[in-house]
């Protein structure tokens, strides 16, 4: 049976990571420099951070890639630039970090209107 859908390349990675609210800013402060080391990656698309309203601590990573998930498992995620990061954050959290791949839809299912930022 034929896909309802055309998928297009690449893939979307959604991170959960949940810390103590009183952490928040020690972890944005650590997160900043591999944030800016991997919006400069060529197959990084898009990413943008989302914190939680109703539940403080909790924030939503969501990344695009131009490769595939066995790709990103094998090339990006082994960077050296990610070891100070989760050294510093991982005793921040508070529940294991959730990471889950999913598949991106063509052009037709994306809608990115003038002024959204």
């Given at each position: 049976m034929s896909s309802p859908h055309v998928r297009t390349s690449g893939f979307s990675l959604h991170v959960t990571i949940t810390i103590d609210p009183a952490n928040i800013s020690a972890f944005l402060a650590?997160?900043?420099p591999v944030y800016d080391a991997v919006v400069a990656e060529p197959d990084c698309t898009y990413f943008e951070v989302f914190h939680?309203?109703?539940?403080?601590?909790?924030f939503r990573f969501v990344e695009n890639?131009?490769?595939?998930?066995?790709?990103?498992?094998e090339n990006q995620l082994t960077k050296a630039y990610y070891i100070p990061y989760v050294e510093a954050?991982?005793?921040?959290?508070?529940?294991p970090?959730?990471?889950?791949?999913?598949?991106?839809?063509?052009?037709?299912?994306?809608?990115?209107?003038?002024?959204?930022?």
């Open positions: 650590a997160f900043r939680s309203l109703e539940e403080p601590g909790v890639w131009s490769k595939d998930p066995q790709w990103f498992k954050t991982e005793p921040m959290w508070i529940k970090r959730s990471l889950k791949f999913f598949e991106r839809f063509s052009e037709e299912w994306v809608t990115l209107k003038p002024g959204n930022y």
